[in-house]
């Protein structure tokens, strides 16, 4: 079976610096794959990307049939590709019901709202408090929720551990085991592999603007020695 | 008789009134360049020249095709915003991606082309338009004698104001419009056609300041330079108000105008000038304006 997302020599600028390189990686469908790489490597940049945020880019984006790398950024999201970006991009004027359903749907089999607030009891405490009122942990839940709204095949998720408290880390890792149950297809960027060997099935590891490695979870253990020297951990 | 510092009080409630109704034009407009601003980031300096449109078609569309008043106020404020459309579509968006002086100097060039057209097609003089049969006449309200049309012009500008304001507070569309205008591009990858929703954005306030324009038409002369003279009042109140600040600019607006017909009362000779004082002071006190976010 073609995998639901493909990625094939891609190359992206900011301006006129280069920074992806001839990017490779696939992701079959109710895959999790993880993107590990230090800061800096353009795991960020790959995401916006494929996403046609960076529309400075060359080489080839297939989604479920779906050319990207000919459809406007607004069409993407159509497509069923969902994107939580690494800042979060939760917003302020906007309460967090509103936050929650600002993207408009794009598919059926989508969380709903009742569903969402029951994986997130939180959210739906706070539903009418200004969506930046959140601690930063309650706000990653809002940034993913709000995808899992829309009916969207496979989100695009930049390192939503970052900056978080073990607890609430346990808690994304559970959500994104709930997803992986229901279907959803995930690329995670991420520095923590220790929460990631607990919800990835794939890894790739970025360096410098390409994918220097490919390797199954369960070659998480052979691997620790390059992952510690190539993630400086 | 009751008086206020030495003046009767219904020459106070008389200028609060005069007040009210310029501010009624301050608020509409500053609604419109404030609603503008806050997501395109430009300074729509063709602001008075919408204005001056709405009230030239409600005219046009009296003298050459007979229709009234009532026509005019919903097709006027359409034709301007359609215009706005097109103009946003066709040329505006180019400019984006450039600095932001280039849609203020954009808009400003748009401002002399069509005040300058339409002073070569009509003269710069002005000509009146009439009052609607039904809001002719006036009430005495004891303590000032109110031309009934100028009441209209506050209710009907509350109105306007108070229907932007929900759209924007209270709708989906409205929450894309916030939304976008803290970070259009998320809200384009969540699957939003922001560039359309910004066409529509400068649609609305083309057509505001058109319907400002046909409100205006029976109490001022309909001139080709009505709108360069309100205009540089209605940049003073935003900058006041602060820039992007959607209930600011309208309660700036009403504001403005009351202290600019109180001030008629103690001290006329400085009624032309007091907004700017005000503005001067507030630049001081507070640059980013009286609602505005410090950046
Ligand atoms: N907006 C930008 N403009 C210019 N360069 C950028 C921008 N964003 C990121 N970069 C550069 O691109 C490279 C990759 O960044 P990024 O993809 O964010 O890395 P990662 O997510 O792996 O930490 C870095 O060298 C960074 O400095
Ligand atoms: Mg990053």
């Known amino acids: 079976m073609a995998p639901l997302l493909n990625v094939a020599g891609l190359q992206a600028w900011y301006g006129e610096s280069h920074i992806l390189h001839g990017v490779d990686l696939h992701v079959n469908a109710g895959e999790t794959i993880c993107i590990l790489g230090r800061n800096g490597m353009g795991k960020t940049t790959t995401l916006r990307s494929i996403m046609g945020i960076l529309s400075k880019r060359t080489g080839t984006i297939t989604f479920d049939g779906t050319d990207l790398m000919k459809t406007s950024l607004h069409n993407t999201a159509k497509a069923g590709v969902g994107f939580v970006p690494e800042e979060r991009g939760i917003f302020a004027t906007l309460s967090v019901q509103e936050n929650l359903m600002l993207p408009p749907k794009v598919a059926e089999g989508g969380m709903s709202v009742d569903e969402i607030y029951t994986l997130f009891p939180n959210l739906k405490e706070r539903r009418n408090s200004p969506g930046t009122k959140l601690s930063g942990g309650e706000q990653q839940m809002l940034a993913m929720a709000r995808i899992l709204r829309t009916g969207a095949k496979c989100l695009l998720l930049d390192e939503p551990t970052e900056g978080l408290a073990p607890v609430i880390i346990q808690a994304i890792g559970d959500v994104l085991r709930t997803l992986k149950a229901r279907g959803m297809t995930v690329v995670l960027v991420e520095q923590n592999f220790r929460f990631a060997s607990k919800v990835a099935d794939r890894f790739y590891v970025m360096d410098h603007g390409t994918m220097v490695a490919e390797f199954p979870v369960a070659d998480l253990p052979n691997r620790m020695a390059m992952l510690n020297e190539t993630l400086g951990v | ?295």
């Not at chain 2, 206020?4 to 009134?17: A, H, T």
């Not at chain 2, 602001?47 to 095709?65: E, I, Q």
């Not at chain 2, 359409?78 to 215009?83: C, D, M, P, Q, S």
């Not at chain 2, 083309?206 to 205009?231: E, H, K, R």
Request: proline share 4%; hydrophobic share 60%.
């Open chain 2, 1 to 295: 008789m009751t008086t206020i510092f030495g003046y009767p009080l219904v020459v106070w409630m008389g200028q609060l009134l005069l007040g009210l109704i310029n501010g009624s034009f301050y608020a509409m407009l500053s609604l419109g360049l404030a609603v503008i601003f806050g997501l395109l980031r430009v300074i729509n300096f063709a602001h008075g020249a919408m204005y001056m449109l709405g009230a030239f078609v409600a005219l046009l569309m009296a003298t050459y095709l007979g229709l009234n008043y009532w026509v005019a106020l919903f097709v006027a404020p359409l034709v301007v915003a359609l215009g706005g459309a097109i103009v946003e579509r066709t040329m505006l968006s180019r400019l984006y991606k450039l600095d932001h002086l280039y849609g203020l100097l954009f808009t400003f060039g748009l401002a002399l082309l069509i005040e300058g057209t339409f002073r070569y097609l009509f003269g710069a003089s002005g000509q009146p338009y009439p009052v609607p049969a039904a809001l002719s006449g006036g009430v005495n309200l004891g303590f000032m004698f109110l031309p009934i049309y100028r009441g209209w012009v506050i209710i009907a500008s509350l109105i306007a104001c108070l229907a932007v304001w929900l759209l924007i507070e209270k709708t989906k569309l409205g929450s894309y419009l916030r939304a976008s205008t803290e970070n259009p591009v998320l809200v384009q990858s969540f699957g939003v056609n922001v560039p359309l929703l910004l066409t529509l954005t400068y649609a609305l306030g083309a057509g505001l300041a058109g319907l400002a324009g046909v409100l205006a038409a029976p109490i001022y002369q309909v001139s080709p330079l009505m709108g360069t003279n309100i205009i540089i009042i209605v940049f003073a109140v935003v900058v006041v108000g602060g820039m992007g600040s959607i209930l600011g600019a309208i309660i700036t607006g009403y504001m403005l105008g009351i202290a600019e017909g109180l001030t008629k009362v103690i001290y006329p000779e400085a009624s032309n000038i007091v907004i700017f004082v005000i503005m001067a002071i507030v630049l001081i006190l507070r640059p980013a304006g009286l609602f505005g976010k410090d950046a």
